[in-house]
């Protein structure tokens, strides 16, 4: 099977074993920066060229794009989905969790449990802020950028101060279209995630990701220095940790949740996760994911899963 994993770095730790697994599998592999691709779009046509070369006889992607590169990634995942070749993740499931509020609002349609959250774009005067900190029963809250992730653009306003100023810096960027979501803050997590990677509807591997420092880095994220260490879910988190993925389109993702006095809470549902647990639990996530693209690419893609 020819199997394209689009990347922009091939020397990136998930695409390099990515490729490891798929080759001692017996497969072909291409590593296809899709930012040098482009589509031809024509009546009956639909084609992907990379570096001016013809893409042909793929028959399956894993899509691993940088959140920077949504749009454009998506686009490309979408025009090889045209052509009806098999993605490990679809484009319309990789748009929807990329925006955080979206993904918030699908969430808690499912009767998924999450952090209380309030939507902002327009500016805030002083009282306004005062009644939102309020309402979120801070300080402190979380402020995030409704784009970004390994927990970029995400601030943690331990005072209405601070607040106040987090607000006033993100709306300077309002003319590129920032949007602002307002979270509250669960005090009991202690700086403490737990990161649960799903392949085909089951948990392969989970991790607790606990902040260091607490006192200078909320953010548990590996990426921003936190330490991982094996966790076993219990009977309501994996249940969460499935909805979520599920609500979400994403056959291969890694759910972000907490855990809290009201039970665990979904905080983002990542579309394209690091392999970063599988040297904190041993478990080979890079094989799995290619067992289930095997499993899966020989299906039909429908049409109206293509999500244009």
């Known amino acids: 099977m020819k199997i394209a994993i ?10 390099k074993r990515l490729q490891e697994e798929a080759t001692a599998r017996g497969h072909n592999v291409q590593i296809i920066n899709y930012t040098h691709c482009e589509a031809r779009i024509e009546q009956n046509s639909q084609v992907v060229l990379h570096n001016g070369e013809l893409l042909k006889d793929i028959d399956a992607i894993i899509p691993r794009i940088a959140w920077s590169y949504t749009r454009y990634g998506s686009a490309i995942v979408r025009q090889f989905e045209m052509q009806g070749i098999f993605t490990a993740t679809s484009s319309i499931a990789l748009v929807r969790s990329r925006d955080k509020l979206r993904a918030t609002q699908l969430l808690a349609r499912a009767g998924i449990g999450i952090p209380k959250t309030i939507f902002s774009r327009g500016r805030l005067n002083a009282d306004e802020i005062e009644k939102l900190v309020e309402e979120l029963n801070g300080p402190p809250i979380i402020i995030k950028l409704a784009r970004g992730t390994h927990g970029r653009g995400v601030v943690l306003a331990e005072t209405r101060k601070a607040a106040r100023s987090v607000l006033q810096g993100f709306y300077i960027m309002e003319e590129e279209g920032t949007n602002i979501l307002l979270q509250e803050y669960i005090e009991e997590a202690a700086g403490a995630d737990i990161r649960a990677f799903i392949v085909g509807g089951k948990v392969i591997a989970s991790m607790k990701r606990q902040s260091i420092n607490l006192e200078e880095e909320f953010r548990s994220n590996l990426h921003q220095g936190g330490e991982g260490t094996v966790v076993k879910l219990t009977v309501e988190e994996h249940k969460a940790a499935l909805k979520a993925a599920k ?24 579309s394209s996760p690091g392999f970063g647990i599988e040297q904190v639990t041993d478990r080979n996530v890079a094989e799995k994911i290619i067992e289930y693209v095997e499993l899966n690419a020989k299906r039909r893609q429908h049409k109206d899963r293509v999500g244009a």
């Open 6 to 15: 689009l990347s922009k770095g091939p020397k990136n730790y998930s695409t």
């Open 247 to 270: 609500a979400m389109g994403l056959t291969i993702c890694g759910v972000d949740l907490i855990r809290s006095k009201r039970g665990p809470l979904v905080l983002e549902v990542n």
